[in-house]
Nanobody, 115 residues
Framework: QVQLVESGGGLVQAGGSRRLSCVASESIASISRMGWYRQAPGKQREMVVIMTSDGYTNYADSAKGRFAISRDVAKNTVYLQMNSLKPEDTGVYYC?????????WGQGTQVTVSS
């Protein structure tokens, strides 16, 4: 079972930046896909970006050009750099890991963007 711990959330003003981190309990090189999802109040959880083990990425339209996923295999960590934040980016951000046959989630970290 893969355990994931997110950090880096907080309160940020619109136009600001924030970097989220997700530390995995095992080598992320063995995980076929990792990603970031978010859930806004009263809404369903949605994908922000995913990254496969070979480096393929897929961003939600709302994240393109503003957010960037990266990883540090040596630290078992995946990052989400968020720039030009908007109030609609507010939500709980979750890290996800897919390693067949399981899908694993972190506990989430709250990001609040004030206008």
């Amino acid at each position: 079972q893969v355990q994931l711990v997110e950090s880096g959330g907080g309160l940020v003003q619109a136009g600001g930046s924030r970097r989220l981190s997700c530390v995995a309990s095992e080598s992320i090189a063995s995980i076929s896909r990792m990603g970031w999802y978010r859930q806004a109040p009263g809404k369903q959880r949605e994908m922000v970006v995913i990254m496969t083990s070979d480096g393929y990425t897929n961003y939600a339209d709302s994240a393109k050009g503003r957010f960037a996923i990266s990883r540090d295999v040596a630290k078992n960590t995946v990052y989400l750099q968020m720039n030009s934040l908007k109030p609609e980016d507010t939500g709980v951000y979750y890290c996800q890991a897919v390693r067949a046959p399981g899908v694993y989630w972190g506990q989430g970290t709250q990001v609040t963007v004030s206008s």
